[in-house]
């Protein structure tokens, strides 16, 4: 059984060493507004590159530029230079879905994925794209025999992409799901003239609705209030069965989410592949993973289409389900190296006691978690401190001046 990558989502310098630190094998990311989450609260910028490509390498890890929006004629020359720019500092591969974008990354030798955005579902068309790439995200929409048939076709008939290697085949694995057909959709261009298709989908399907006829005035009823906000995706349960199916990535959503949710969720999920690989997969540890993957932002979970779709998953999806929250505490002020003490004010309103579960955060730490040990406040013992108060605490590993620290509780509805 050969190895499957895990493709991690990178949405500033925080997440980017936590999806390291975490055991990601890759990782992608968009700059500036030309990628699918270009309204992301974080986003690269080109001058980014070379510090993303070298922090990538020396980690001895893989890097992806995501430029799979929909491109007008006005902005040609500028992915000309973002596609000059990945070549030039050794970002391993674009995601595109525009044809001008795919065609001028094959002509200057740069590999190229297809995003989902093309909703490749068949073998015809992978046989198509090969022509211009090495690996395919397919669309969203396929259930598991699917997937699995044409990676079978592939493999039978010898589908090499320009490397000469046959075709790779990437799905998603985890995260947000989109109601549109592989995320192409126009609700929010028609309620407020921006793009999903532009990476600045606003989520308006993600509220409640009330339907009206307008002819009787007679208001609808609506069991669930959710009805486009689907569920989103969680495969821990059968990753067994994705990884049989021939893939050779697993692609985790969300590049706009949080280092802790990036942290919970390829750690999770690498330790499930390493379960797979050494086969001591079980339902057991499933339990114990789901448990995990709860903790961190969720609208409940769904299998999405691979074990085909049951319709109470489409509006199960409040929000956030998340079993634990954050809450940011301040920043460090020093660290002490020798004896692992970080000195810090707390900023926010908040108490923190002996015991409580912490979070730091930080653009060279990446994510590191743990308890609040050794408390003390204002320079003396104490087992609880509030807003104002200078504390210190040890920790486990190095963090850095100007970090965020953050209490971690757990989520009051789901208690």
């Not at 609506?222 to 049989?244: E, P, Q, Y």
């Not at 923190?352 to 730490?365: F, K």
Request: net charge neutral; aromatic share 8%; glycine share 6%.
């Amino acid at each position: 059984m050969k190895k499957v990558e895990l493709l991690a989502p990178a949405g500033s310098f925080e997440t980017l060493m936590t999806a390291i630190n975490a055991g990601a094998d890759a990782v992608y990311f968009g700059v500036g507004d030309l990628n699918m989450r270009a309204s992301a609260a974080i986003n690269f910028q080109i001058s980014d590159l070379k510090k993303i490509a070298d922090i990538c390498h020396e980690n001895k890890i893989r890097a992806y530029i995501t430029l799979n929006t929909v491109v007008y004629n006005q902005e040609l020359e500028k992915i000309r230079e973002i596609i000059d720019q990945v070549k030039l500092y050794g970002i391993d591969a674009i995601i595109a879905s525009d044809l001008a974008v795919i065609e001028y990354a094959r002509k200057i030798g740069v590999e190229v994925h297809i995003s989902t955005q093309m909703s490749v579902s068949n073998t015809e068309s992978v046989r198509f794209f090969s022509k211009f790439a090495d690996r395919i995200v397919l669309a969203r929409e396929l259930d598991l025999e699917q997937v699995q048939k044409i990676i079978e076709d592939i493999k039978k008939e010898n589908i090499c992409g320009p490397s000469g290697k046959l075709v790779e085949i990437e799905i998603f694995a985890h995260g947000a799901m989109c109601v549109a057909q592989s995320g192409r959709c126009a609700m929010s261009l028609y309620h407020y003239n921006l793009s999903a298709n532009r990476g600045k989908c606003t989520q308006v399907c993600r509220r409640k609705y009330q339907v009206i006829d307008m002819d009787t005035n007679q208001e609808l009823v609506i069991d669930n209030n959710f009805v486009m906000s689907r569920s989103d995706l969680c495969t821990i349960g059968m990753l067994d069965k994705l990884v049989a199916s021939g893939i050779s990535v697993l692609k985790i959503e969300g590049r706009g989410r949080g280092p802790e949710y990036v942290d919970t969720v390829i750690r999770t999920y690498k330790e499930a592949l390493t379960t797979i690989e050494n086969g001591n997969y079980s339902q057991e540890k499933v339990t114990t993973w789901l448990f995990n993957l709860k903790k961190v932002f969720n609208r409940n979970f769904s299998t999405g289409y691979y074990m085909g779709r049951k319709i109470e998953e489409w509006s199960n999806g409040e929000n956030n389900m998340a079993t634990e929250k954050k809450q940011l505490i301040g920043q460090i002020e020093h660290y002490y190296p020798k004896i692992g003490v970080i000195l810090m004010t707390i900023n926010n309103d908040v108490e923190i006691r002996q015991g409580d579960q912490l979070m730091i955060t930080g653009p060279t730490t990446g994510t590191l978690k743990g308890k609040f040990e050794d408390l003390l406040v204002n320079d003396e013992k104490s087992d609880r401190a509030i807003k104002g108060d200078s504390i210190t605490f040890k920790v486990s590993e190095k963090v850095r001046v100007n970090d965020k620290v953050f209490l971690i509780y757990s989520s009051e509805k789901n208690e």
